[in-house]
């Protein structure tokens, strides 16, 4: 399914943009490349848009300039914390990141694990969810390999990957959705990432 520019372009920068903001020296000359980048982008694929990026204030806004509503894009940042919103789902950043009601509630989430990053893509139904937690990959791994069994999910492609940065990856299947997990060890912390989404999407 091909996403909208808005999608593609603006989750990316509202990422990137969102955290380090305070930079006095670029703010200005980034805020104006930023937006006519996306201005730019939007014609190529047959949008007209408005841009108006203010990484001082934390915010964004994306609007077609004929008003037809089919591209909006709003972010607002504090610093710590992001939030997005466009036409296609949402996006919830730092302290702002929490599970939705909406993610499937056949895709456990590991035990006091923190979200730290949430993209919620109402159009195509997927949802990306980064977390962290202070236990090991080991036991996070085993708890998906256990929990999505336990939930009906089969079990596909596995990888591990040992060493000083270990990883392991695995998807499952059930029905016409899919679930991909990774979980990796950085520092102190173990970050782990759920993907689900229809299959083929």
């Not at 959705?177 to 060890?185: E, H």
């Amino acid at each position: 399914m091909k996403k909208s520019f808005t999608w593609k372009l603006a989750v990316g920068l509202a990422i990137v943009v969102a955290l380090p903001l305070g930079c006095s020296c670029r703010q200005k000359i980034a805020d104006k490349a930023i937006e006519k980048a996306i201005e730019t982008q939007a014609k190529k694929d047959g949008k007209d848009v408005d841009v108006k990026m203010d990484t001082k204030g934390g915010t964004m806004s994306i609007k077609a300039k004929d008003g037809s509503g089919d591209v909006n894009v709003d972010m607002k940042s504090d610093g710590s914390s992001f939030s997005m919103k466009t036409q296609d789902g949402v996006v919830l950043g730092g302290e702002n990141a929490k599970i939705p009601d909406s993610f499937p509630k056949d895709v456990p989430v590991f035990p006091g694990a923190k979200p730290t990053l949430v993209t919620t893509d109402t159009k195509s139904e997927m949802f990306s969810v980064n977390l962290t937690t202070a236990d090991t990959l080991e036991n996070v791994g085993a708890y998906y390999k256990k929990e999505l069994a336990a939930n009906g999910w089969k079990e596909g492609y596995t990888m591990a990957q040992p060493g000083d940065q270990p990883v392991q990856m695995m998807n499952y299947t059930k029905e016409n959705r899919s679930v991909m997990v990774t979980v990796s060890r950085e520092g102190g912390n173990t970050t782990l990432s759920l993907i689900v989404s229809k299959s083929g999407s």
